[in-house]
């Protein structure tokens, strides 16, 4: 039994010394030999398996308790660069990891581990090239089964993470990293629970909580970010913009799911949300956007669909600055991404879709700039949503939108819009939109600045695809323009109406088209003024423009009428319309005004062959009425007019100017009523005037280079009736083709050439407006010598008798003419008569004053006269006249028979045949020497117009209306009869 005990003990002894060596030995290897071990292997296996430099600090293990800290690791790139550090590594092995064939860690603790990321300028990752190394290692025999790994808790604290993306240019450190993970497996089904909280150096964090399972790899949490800076990731969008982001802070929250079996990764979000705040996009030395807020909910990211959607986008005070270059481009264009290179291989995945199911944007705020036009828009209140928008572009997407002008007005839209083609239908309206920004575009065409004025609209507008051809739009609605009001650049009023509208217009392009059924105006106003050179106001606004030449009239006919825009207006409607017109050409200047212009202009169109018809009735002055009708082409109106213009009663003291001008009167009083008719067929003006004026009464005679040299006053008293009126019947005509063509001009010259004739043949102009022949009433005749009317004559003065009593405000002045030729011969042959009448014993009667001819052949007589005749002319001339009278006589006459040469002997007479001749000679000598008393020719002159005087008396002409003027002579030849010429006067 001893023996047997010693064996035991010895047994005992000899386990207790091997149980003792290997504690020994177990202790010294795990205390001192695994320590040192793990110091040799690390830089080793850093080089061998990894190419990179690795090193370790001190490192302590406890082989009872497995705990194994190590201390100062280091993993640096080849050349040196940190790649990964911890400062301090705490690893806690269980012993049942002999139990469960797997590493099971109680703890695994890493104090303030530091790891740089770096991308190199060619878009190199270290981590992912580190990641490499071990991709290329080969396969154990296990094939890729994931290690057994069962890890309670993990803890990461103060740790550091340093990324240097010197591809992008950006750089960012966070700290400090706290990451704990709980139950973390690589057995089957086993999930792990993780929190990760992280802080940016440039601000922001980052929590993440979730749980995940490495076998199957698997995992789902929810990843948070909060007040992210945004401006430090502009780095990462030149790839996709020219804008950086400026400002901005992003809070997000992204519950996710992850999964990877058989080579295909599975990942999805749902629920997510997102906050932006303050952002600002900046592109060069502009902001062209800023948003204070972005938020997005129920966001969702599918990898495998590929497909991002969002339950509600909403954005809320943004301010864009939209500007557009003299080059037509958009700053905004800066913002959009970048379109890329090459199209993908057929092979290449689908797309990405993204879809939201309500877009809004409130309070958005716009500066619209359009810097080739000069026009300047301030948007605010700008509110937007979409319903359904998603990156599928033939995709429609309801919308509603509104947004108001700091200048005034607001505009709204709801509809529905197909972005890939444009096609659109949305019910418009416009509420008093301010017209006055568009000024720079009012301002290229003509020299008016809009002082007032708002736009106003509803109605439907419709965008169709037009595919290779110009899109069609359309609009059918109501429209107004309010309270227009143009003004000079002086600050004049230049024309204004109080609205414009028109319940339904239909608008398109492609086809080009704009038909209003009826357009209204209410009290428009409007200045049409003739400046000092005659050229009109309208046309002096118009802007020029610089250089070039300026096209031939027909080209430029031609070229409107092709690129006119087709314009039709069923029904124009004036109510109480105003012009204002003011000649300046005249000194003084004119001023007219129409008052309460109503009527309706139908059938308007730019149809060249369209006639539109017109119906206007209007107030000049206080009493006078002006009425328009006809037809015309407004748009073509040398081809085919037909209109009447009609003024009734107008006041001519108001057009004084006009008179003192062209007839160099002022006018003190008068009505004035035209009856115009204009007709113009291609180009080619045939009119007709008629003009009446009452009671028209001449003022002051006053200076004017231009008036006519006629006697006005004659010629108004000759064109006015009894009534105190002058009708007149103007025709004019002329080229409208003519570029002298001036239809002032030419009434002007149709009034003048009437007056002309008028006062130049009074009395056949009133002989005409009495309706008979007066082409003979301007003169009475008389016999040479005499001043008895001759009943020819006394018909006359029976005519002008007649026109005295119808044309009150005339005279008459009848002048002692006589012709010191005519009358003066007549006068001394009578008195030779009277003389040999007395000599040869021959008595007149009582009043008698002329014998008559002397009958010198006759047989009862002829004694007496011949012998009265030669002692007539012995006593004036001498015998010896006589003898040699009678020897002219008989020079070359034949013999005459002895019996007569004896009875001439007897009688003292010379021996011709015929003594016709002879005492014709001495007759005519007698005349042509017979004295005259030196007022004969005077009285005689007197007498004449004394006896008219008598005759227009004696047939009811007043006294004072027919006045014998001063006797005065002809100077006429031996006129026969001798005209007395009656003179016209105005009383």
Known sequence: MSGISKRWRLRAAVVAAALALSAAAYTLAGFWLVPRLIEDQVPKLGQTVLARQASVGAVSFNPYTLRLVAHKLRLSEADGAPLLAIDRLALELQWRSLIRRAWSFAQIRITAPSVNLAIAPDGKFNLAELFSRFAGRPQSPAGSALPRLDIERLVLEQGRLELHDRRAGYADTLFPIDFSLTRFSTLPDQNGDYVLSAESAHGGKLHWKGEASLNPIRGSGVLSLDAVPLADLTAYLKPYTRASLAAGKLAATLPYRFSYAGGKLAASINGAGMAVRGLALKSGAQTPFKLARLDFSDGSFDLSSRHIGFGRVSAEGGQVQITRDRQGRLNLLALLPRSGGTAPAGGAAAPWTVAAKRVELNRFGAAVEDQASGLKVQVRDLALKLDGASSDLARPVGFTASLGLQEGGRLSAAGKLVPASDALTAELRVQQLALAPLQPLLGRFVKLKIAGGSLSAQGQLSVAAGGTKPARLRYVGAFGVAALALDEEDGKRFASWKKLSAERITASLAPDRLTIPELTVLEPKAILIIEQDRSFNAARLLVRPAGGTKPAPAAAAATAANEAFPVRIGRLRFLNADLDFTDRSLTPSFTAKIYALNGVVTGLSSK????????????????????????????????????????????????????????????????????????????????????????????????????????????????????????????????????????????????????????????????????????????????????????????????????????????????????????????????????????????????????????????????????????????????????????????????????????????????????????????????????????????????????????????????????????????????????????????
Do not use: C
């Open 608 to 987: 060249r062959n369209a006639r539109s018809q017109i119906q206007l009735d209007g107030r000049v002055g206080k009493f006078g009425l002006a009425r328009i009708r006809g037809g015309l082409n407004p748009f073509s109106p040398r081809d085919n007019t037909d209109v009447g213009v009609v003024f009734k009663n107008i006041d001519m003291v108001p057009t004084t100017p006009y008179a003192m001008k062209f007839a160099g009167y002022k006018i003190d009083a008068g009505k004035l009523s035209l009856d115009l008719r204009y007709r113009v067929k291609n180009g080619q003006l045939a009119g007709a005037n008629q003009i009446v004026i009452d009671n028209l009464t001449l003022g002051e005679r006053v200076a004017s280079p231009d008036a006519w040299n006629l006697p006005l006053q004659l010629a108004i008293a000759i064109l006015k009736d009894s009534s105190g009126r002058i009708d007149l019947n103007l025709p004019v005509t002329g080229d409208l083709n003519d570029p002298q063509f001036s239809y002032g001009a030419v009434i002007w010259k149709a009034i003048g050439n009437v007056l002309t004739k008028i006062v130049s043949a009074p009395f056949r102009a009133l002989g005409q407006l009495l309706g008979f022949s007066g082409e003979q009433l301007a003169s009475i005749d008389f016999d040479p010598g005499s001043d008895r009317l001759l009943p020819p004559e006394l018909e006359k003065l029976q005519h002008v008798a007649q026109i005295l009593s119808r044309r009150a405000q005339l005279k008459l002045s009848v002048p002692g003419q006589y012709s010191e030729a005519a009358d003066g011969a007549a006068l001394r042959a009578r008195a030779v008569r009277v003389a040999v009448a007395h000599r040869a014993g021959i008595k007149l009667a009582a009043g008698e004053e002329d014998p008559g001819l002397l009958d010198l052949a006759g047989r009862a007589v002829r004694g007496a006269l011949r012998s009265a005749l030669r002692s007539l002319y012995v006593e004036r001339f001498g015998a010896a006249a006589l003898d040699q009278q009678k020897k002219a006589a008989e020079a070359g006459a034949p013999d005459l028979p002895l019996l007569k040469r004896a009875g001439r002997l007897m009688t003292g007479e010379p021996q011709v045949a015929d003594l016709g001749p002879f005492y014709r000679k001495l007759l005519e000598r007698l005349d042509q020497s017979q004295p005259l008393p030196a007022d004969a020719l005077t009285r005689l002159g007197a007498a004449r117009a004394a006896a008219i005087v008598a005759a227009l008396k004696a047939a009811g002409v007043a006294p004072e209306r027919a006045l014998a003027a001063a006797p005065e002579n002809l100077g006429a030849g031996l006129v026969r009869p001798v005209p007395l010429k009656l003179e016209l006067l105005t009383r």
